[in-house]
């Protein structure tokens, strides 16, 4: 079983539509939760970190956790083709490093 | 205030060849890791350096290792390339501690072996 696992895309949204991504993590342990988003051929950059259940919203950005469910997600609001990139899951299930998945992909249609 | 900075940014070596990758953490990091990002995966942790020392390692060979300077730079290196290690590379540096919360990626160096 994979430690991080992100529902599989790509996943392609018309503009001003909402976009919605799920992430299910193995490691009970985990407690910070993050989404980071990578343009292509870029590096991965963080956009949202969530630690405790229930949602958190940061402009168009909500992120949902659900511990018992071991689960995560990401809803992109009114999506606009700036979004279109791949977005990765991330987990901390020590101090030392990232546990990802491996991405879905969004492409925002105009 | 420069980020994380990394080099080279591309490189074509040759089976069997050696490689050394550098990386120059954000100012005010002192713990630096190293991930391999494959095509279309995500990235994959290698190991981890603070203090000069290897902090934790994931799941790659011997041919993987790295060094850490009192400087806090690193470098990554890997011996014996095989087809398969064609990837970009990631750097990332935070303060100790804080490597969800603050870490910062380089732009990564792509490495293909031929």
């Known amino acids: 079983q994979k430690e991080v696992e992100q529902n599989s895309g790509p996943l392609s949204v018309p503009e001003g539509a909402i976009a919605s991504l799920n992430c299910t993590y193995s490691d009970r342990v985990s407690q910070s939760f993050f989404w980071y988003r990578q343009y292509s051929g870029k590096s991965p950059e963080l956009i949202m970190s969530i630690y405790s259940n229930g949602d958190k919203e940061d402009g168009r950005f909500t992120a949902q956790l659900n511990k018992a469910s071991q689960y995560v997600s990401l809803l992109i609001r009114d999506s606009q083709p700036s979004d279109s990139a791949t977005y990765l899951c991330?987990?901390?299930?020590?101090?030392?490093?990232?546990?990802f998945g491996a991405g879905t992909t969004v492409t925002v249609r105009a | 205030d420069a980020g994380v900075t990394q080099s080279p940014t591309h490189l074509i070596k040759t089976r069997g060849q050696q490689v050394t990758l550098r990386c120059s953490p954000k100012s005010g990091h002192d713990t630096v890791s190293w991930y391999q990002q494959a095509l279309g995966q995500g990235p994959q942790f290698i190991f981890q350096y603070y203090e000069e020392e290897e902090r934790q390692r994931g799941n790659f060979p011997d041919r993987f290792s790295g060094h850490q300077f009192p400087n806090y730079s690193s470098e990554l290196n890997v011996n014996a390339l095989l087809l398969g290690d064609s990837a970009l590379y990631l750097c990332?540096?935070?303060?100790?501690?804080?490597?969800?919360?603050?870490?910062?990626f380089g732009q990564g160096t792509r490495l293909t072996v031929v």
């Open positions: 991330a987990v901390n299930p020590n101090d030392y490093k990232l546990s």
């Open positions: 990332a540096s935070s303060p100790l501690g804080k490597e969800g919360t603050e870490a910062f």
